[in-house]
Nanobody
Framework: QVQLVESGGGSVQPGGSLRLSCLAS????????ITWVRQKPARGLEWVST???????????YYADSVKGRFTISGNNEQSTVYLDMSSLKSEDTAQYYC????????????????????WGQGTQVTVSS
C-alpha cells in the first residue's frame, strides 16, 4: 500500500528558505513519478514539481514556471525520500503542500495534471509572511 508522509513545513519570512521532505513507501521509485502539489488558500490545486528516478544515479526534474529557479526537487532512493528545497520564498508560495505519486508517464500534460494522481500524503503547511 502506498504511503506518503510529508514534513518540514512551517512559517518563514519572505526571502527565506524551507526544505520539505516526503517519505515514501509501497512503490518503486523506478516505476513512479513523485510530485509536489500545492493548494493556496481558497484556490485550486497547483502542480509545483516532479521527479523521476529510473536508477539511483539518474534523476529527471520538472518545474512549474512559478517556482523555476527558486525551488529544487531531489531524491534519495536508498532512503525512499524526496525533498523540495524552497528558497527566495514569496507570500504567494503560502499553501498546503502535498506529496503525490503515480505510475511513470513522460508527457508534461500527464505528470503535471494533478487530477492524474490517486495517492496523496496528508500535506504540510507553508506560510510565508512578514
Amino acid at each position: 500500500q502506498v504511503q506518503l508522509v510529508e514534513s518540514g513545513g512551517g512559517s518563514v519570512q519572505p526571502g527565506g528558505s524551507l526544505r520539505l521532505s516526503c517519505l515514501a513507501s509501497g512503490f518503486s521509485f523506478k516505476e513512479n513519478v513523485i510530485t509536489w502539489v500545492r493548494q493556496k488558500p481558497a484556490r485550486g490545486l497547483e502542480w509545483v514539481s516532479t521527479i523521476y528516478s529510473p536508477s539511483t544515479s539518474t534523476y529527471y526534474r520538472y518545474y512549474a514556471d512559478s517556482v523555476k529557479g527558486r525551488f529544487t526537487i531531489s531524491g534519495n532512493n536508498e532512503q525512499s525520500t524526496v525533498y523540495l528545497d524552497m528558497s527566495s520564498l514569496k507570500s504567494e508560495d503560502t499553501a498546503q503542500y502535498y506529496c503525490v505519486t503515480r505510475p511513470f508517464c513522460k508527457e508534461r500534460q500527464c505528470y503535471a495534471n494533478v487530477d492524474e494522481y490517486a495517492d496523496w500524503g496528508q500535506g504540510t503547511q507553508v506560510t510565508v509572511s512578514s
